[in-house]
């Protein structure tokens, strides 16, 4: 049996502290976030698999297997050119076989978060394609760096501006002016909010992992990626999603026509990152390069997967 999706474990993480109860308050009253819906069952099995150290293939397969949609998704994926074997895939038991266990846990997150708050603003579809670039390289970083903590960085880089897509559902035209301003000025995100909101996005998506029983871990990588590197332990998860962010923002991937406001704002803190991870100079340009190319390879295949 898996284990239960959002258990607290002994072991609590040190990264993760509790929200202050002005701030719960603040975002109570600002964005009502009573009406944050119960998570979508498929999100919650999504992250289920992604989360249990003791998921197998057929924890996968029978997941997919109880959902039409998904299991026409999985075929899908699994028999087009991205996959392609020679042979066509005729069951979910072989299209997981050709996927792969932990890509297809990656393609299950992906899904799951773009259903999530769901808006035709521009900036949602800008969001989205900025999220996919960070989980994709912060599993970069970490396959290069630490492989066991590849998973959680792919999940987490998906994450970590869940608490913007809640801001612009719930205020969408305020939310715009800020984000416009925001670039306007040079500021980081989370710069600008607390101009407009006596909160930013990493607190309203705190407040929504607590709502949603997320795991400590996951919850720290949300909470806390725009913390001071002073406050990140270097061998976190935290600490490669905040890295993936900035080297995102850097690199433009996914970036729309705010590309080079974004890159001004972040690309002078790269070096600062590289430290706290203790990335020597010659692999830094090589991680970079690593990350563009995995991100125009494999974009594509996550955002197909998003939309069925």
């Known amino acids: 049996m898996l ?22 308050q603040s975002i109570v009253s600002y964005l009502g976030i009573k009406s944050l819906p119960i ?13 249990s150290p ?3 293939p057929e924890d996968y397969i029978a997941v997919v297997e109880r959902d039409e949609g998904l299991s026409a998704r999985v075929l899908k994926i699994a028999n087009s050119v991205y996959y392609s074997r020679g042979s066509d895939s005729k069951t979910i038991t072989d299209a ?18 773009s259903n999530f708050f769901p808006t035709r603003n521009p900036l949602r579809a800008l969001f989205w394609a900025h999220d996919i670039a960070v989980a ?45 301003r925001g670039f306007e ?17 990493t607190q309203v998506g705190h407040l929504i992992a607590e709502r949603w ?3 400590p871990e996951l919850t720290a990588i949300i909470s806390r990626h725009h913390k001071s590197w002073q406050e990140i332990p270097n061998d976190s998860v935290v600490a490669l999603v905040k890295t993936a962010n900035i080297i995102a923002h850097t690199l433009a991937l996914g970036a729309g026509r705010e590309a080079n406001q974004a890159r001004r704002i972040y ?15 010659p692999l830094r340009a090589e991680l970079l390069a690593r990350a563009a190319s995995a991100f125009e390879h494999e974009r594509s295949l996550y955002e197909s997967w998003s939309h069925g």
Request: proline share 4%.
């Open 136 to 180: 994709i390289t912060g599993r970069t970083l970490a396959n290069a760096l630490r492989p066991n903590q590849a998973d959680m960085a792919f999940l987490g880089g998906l994450m970590h501006d869940i608490g913007k897509l809640f801001m612009l559902q719930q205020h969408t035209a305020n939310y715009e002016k800020v984000v416009a």
């Open 3 to 24: 284990r239960k999706l959002f258990r607290r474990t002994a072991k609590q993480n040190e990264e993760h502290q509790p929200l202050a109860d002005g701030v719960r």
């Open 185 to 201: 000025e040079g500021l980081q995100s989370i710069d600008g909010e607390t101009v407009a909101y006596p909160f930013d996005h």
């Open 213 to 215: 029983h997320f795991t």
């Open 54 to 56: 003791n998921a197998e």
């Open 39 to 51: 998570m979508p069952k498929v999100a919650q099995q999504a992250f289920q698999l992604a989360t």
């Open 267 to 281: 690309e002078p803190m790269l070096p600062e990152a590289w430290e706290h991870l203790g990335v020597a100079e």
């Open 96 to 113: 997981v076989t050709v996927i792969g266990v932990s890509e297809l846990q990656c393609l299950m997150n992906a899904t799951a978060l």
